[in-house]
């Protein structure tokens, strides 16, 4: 009777001894804990119930004692570096369990568990906080990253050395590639470009004449001169 009283009375006191334990571990994106300001702490906040903070222990680690039964969040507040929150349920018994969460989720919606390693739960790490951003540098070798401008380069490069290339050209070689230009349509914008003219059709039309519905002007024939002389002489 005395002992199954003491096991009641005893309860209470189990429920209120729950103590939670969040460690900082050593990776790439944190790889000294020290380094932490001293401001660093943690809080577990849950509804209907006061706020508890846990500040930062000479271990890395953050200690919350006397937890009684319920569903937590678990922040790290910290001025350099961001934490993933966790979410943490205590029974009567002790820990039920701890899972990442973020901020937005359901609640009933839980993340990878986190597993006690020695009686700790290890902390992860998101990465390093950058209040600035960097003011981009004028640079000219970005300009010539353009695609756009290394394209308008390389065809000013091939109008500039095309002549230079068709005057060093051998005489028989040169010869067959100025027949080939004549039989091309493209031979007056190329033309243009060695300073040669073309007698191409598309060299000589008249864009003009053509929207004014009217086909190219012929010259007045020698008779039809002479006999508007005749007429002018009577």
Same mark, same amino acid.
């Given at each position: 009777?005395?002992s199954?009283?003491?096991?009641?009375?005893?309860?209470?006191?189990?429920?209120l001894?729950?103590?939670?334990?969040l460690?900082?571990p050593t990776?790439?994106?944190?790889?000294n804990p020290?380094t932490?300001?001293?401001?660093t702490?943690?809080?577990l906040t849950?509804?209907?119930k006061?706020?508890q903070?846990g500040q930062?222990?000479?271990?890395?680690?953050f200690?919350?004692?006397?937890?009684?039964?319920?569903?937590?969040?678990a922040?790290i507040?910290?001025?350099?570096?961001?934490f993933?929150?966790?979410?943490v349920?205590?029974s009567d #018994? =002790?820990?039920a369990? $701890?899972w990442?969460?973020y901020?937005?989720?359901?609640?009933d919606?839980? /993340?990878e568990?986190?597993? +006690?390693v020695?009686?700790k739960y290890?902390?992860?790490?998101?990465g390093?906080?950058?209040?600035?951003?960097e003011?981009?540098?004028?640079?000219v070798l970005?300009?010539?990253k353009?695609p756009?401008?290394l394209?308008?380069?390389v065809t000013?490069v091939?109008f500039m050395g095309m002549p230079?290339?068709?005057d060093?050209?051998?005489p028989?070689?040169?010869?067959e590639?100025?027949?080939?230009q004549?039989k091309?349509?493209?031979?007056s914008?190329?033309?243009a470009?060695?300073?040669? #003219? =073309?007698?191409?059709p $598309?060299?000589n039309f008249d864009?003009a004449?053509?929207?004014?519905?009217s /086909?190219?002007?012929?010259? +007045?024939?020698?008779?039809a001169a002479g006999g508007?002389?005749?007429?002018a002489?009577r």
């Amino acid at each position: 009777m005395q002992s199954s009283l003491l096991s009641l009375l005893g309860a209470p006191l189990l429920a209120l001894a729950t103590t939670l334990t969040l460690s900082l571990p050593t990776n790439q994106a944190l790889p000294n804990p020290n380094t932490l300001p001293p401001s660093t702490h943690a809080t577990l906040t849950t509804l209907g119930k006061p706020t508890q903070i846990g500040q930062l222990t000479t271990a890395n680690t953050f200690i919350f004692h006397n937890l009684t039964a319920g569903s937590y969040l678990a922040d790290i507040h910290c001025r350099t570096h961001a934490f993933a929150p966790l979410r943490v349920d205590i029974s009567d #018994s =002790g820990v039920a369990g $701890v899972w990442e969460t973020y901020r937005g989720n359901d609640w009933d919606n839980k /993340g990878e568990a986190v597993h +006690p390693v020695g009686g700790k739960y290890e902390l992860r790490v998101l990465g390093y906080k950058d209040y600035f951003m960097e003011r981009s540098k004028f640079s000219v070798l970005s300009i010539l990253k353009n695609p756009m401008i290394l394209l308008g380069l390389v065809t000013c490069v091939i109008f500039m050395g095309m002549p230079y290339l068709v005057d060093s050209m051998d005489p028989e070689m040169k010869a067959e590639w100025e027949e080939s230009q004549k039989k091309n349509p493209m031979n007056s914008i190329m033309g243009a470009a060695t300073g040669q #003219s =073309g007698g191409s059709p $598309v060299g000589n039309f008249d864009m003009a004449a053509y929207l004014a519905g009217s /086909g190219k002007k012929e010259a +007045p024939s020698a008779g039809a001169a002479g006999g508007n002389g005749k007429k002018a002489k009577r």
